[in-house]
């Protein structure tokens, strides 16, 4: 008969575990994962939406935040000691070494978008609690199959104060930048 375990605690991983895993060989180097909240996490796999809505939604920040943010697509970013995520896209301050000693941590984020085909659910309740919980003001959840934006404000240690949902026809602007609107048309999949 097994006896009957009693478990009181998680081990949870640290960034630095992390980092020290992969250099190990313990993650394969394509194994698709990320670290949030101390926990190692497979990543859904991208449909062609995703990817299509990831591309058009780079290309369109890059082009309107031209000399004023970094755009980086499923690039780490550093949230606290246990969570470093690989967001869809991320606008990030421009950093002089390229980011090359260190990934963009909160301060350095300005905004990050998920994309969901699949994830919907888990970008929208589990992910956006632990972007809250790190202080990330401005969180936006693109989803393709209903063709809307989720936009995730006021961050607290228990979730975000607002959310509002936008319809494809409605525009929007980041809140480090208010002069530029994006439509959401723009980033969502071309069908026709």
């Known amino acids: 008969m097994l006896a009957e375990v009693c478990l009181t605690e998680i081990r949870l991983i640290t960034v630095a575990e992390y980092h020290k895993m992969a250099e190990a060989g313990i993650l394969d180097s394509d194994e698709r994962v990320e670290l949030i909240d101390g926990q190692i996490l497979k990543m859904a796999a991208k449909g062609t939406a995703h990817s299509s809505a990831t591309t058009r939604t780079e290309k369109l920040l890059e082009q309107r935040l031209e000399g004023q943010a970094w755009i980086r697509v499923q690039e780490p970013i550093r949230l606290n000691n246990y969570s470093e995520p690989e967001p869809d896209v991320a606008v990030v301050q421009i950093d002089p070494l390229d980011y090359a ?20 659910r888990a970008d929208c309740e589990f992910k956006s609690k632990v972007y809250a919980r790190s202080g990330i003001t401005d969180y936006w959840v693109l989803d393709v199959v209903q063709r809307t934006l989720h936009v995730f404000r006021e961050p607290t240690q228990t979730g975000y104060q607002t959310e509002r949902v936008l319809l494809e026809d409605a525009t929007i602007a980041p809140l480090q930048f ?11 999949p071309k069908f026709h």
């Not at 208010?178 to 969502?188: E, F, G, K, S």
């Open 101 to 120: 000693d260190h990934h963009p941590i909160v301060p350095e984020v300005y905004l990050v978008i998920e994309v969901a085909d699949s994830s919907l």
């Open 178 to 188: 208010p002069d530029v609107t994006i439509a959401i048309a723009a980033m969502l």
